[in-house]
Each structure stands twice: as structure tokens, then as C-alpha cells.
């Protein structure tokens, strides 16, 4: 089965939701309240937004709030670092701001990874577009300057993700 099929890919008008995170302690909260949604273990989300706009803090928030201990760096040259969760989640978190040659997705072995288990996040997902499979969810990640706070909209693509969009919706009217 392919990483898309996997994902059962939503036909109708996909769900969304906007949040605000004021502060980092608002996108750790963000976060925690997504580690705790069980949908999370084999999605795969979308990152996007501008230099600076957070994913990567986003994802070391989220990276903790599932456990993960130790060193969590940017995947930025690697273009993937590996993680693995207390209860054995496995989780890829790519970045493909530097990606170039597709063929460097059969030769990194990227097609395998995003169809085996556990989470999957990518930042700069459209430096690797039409590659990847549908998002379950797509986080658009907004900084605001003027009061440094970031705007976040969030985008069901599957099932799975308007599961996700359902949960945090729930704890975060």
C-alpha cells in the first residue's frame, strides 16, 4: 500500500481552524494538547510558513510533549532526523528547505519512511511537491512581527486530520 492510500485522502471541503499562540508557552500548549490526540501516531503533518515563522520550534515543543529526550535539531542539512518516543513512536521530521533533486528521495529511501509507521512532520513540503502524500494536516504558520505573536491555520487533508482538527478544536475552542 502507498503512504497516499494510507492516508485516505478527504474529497469534500477539507476542515480548518485558526489559533493564536501569543507566546512560545501558547505553542508548547499547542502542542501538548496534539501529542495527547491519538490520531497523532501515524500522521503526517505539513509545516509551512516563513523563515522564522516557528516550525521548528513547533516541532521540538511537540517532539517533548511526546516524550522525546535529548538533542532535537533542525533537520535543515540532513534534510530528516529521526526520533523515537518512550512508548516507541517512531517520528521523521524533515526539512526540505535545501531539497533539490527528486532523485534524492529513492536514493535517501524517503518513499519507505513515509510509508512505515509513526509520525511524519515536513517542513517546506512544496521544495518536495509531488512526492510527498496528502498531509493529514497542514499547519500554516503566520509571525506577526509588530507583536511578535504567531497566527496558525490549521487544514484537515484526510480523515485522520480532521480527527486531529476535531480534538484540538475541542481543548482550544
Known sequence: MSATASHGQIVETAPSASFTWRTEDDTATF???????????????????????????????????????????SPTYAVVEPHAAPDGLAVSHFDFYRFNDPREWEDAGFRDLFAAPGLKLAEWPDKAAGLLPVPDLTLHIDWLAQDDQRTVRAQAGTARGALLLQGLREVNP
Do not use: N
Not at 46 to 53: S, T
Open 31 to 73: 502542542a501538548r494538547r496534539l501529542a495527547a490526540l491519538p490520531a497523532l501516531r501515524d500522521a503526517f503533518i505539513e509545516l509551512q510558513g516563513d523563515l522564522g515563522a516557528g516550525k521548528t520550534t513547533f516541532v521540538r515543543h511537540l517532539l517533548r510533549a511526546l516524550g522525546v529526550e535529548g538533542r532535537i535539531k
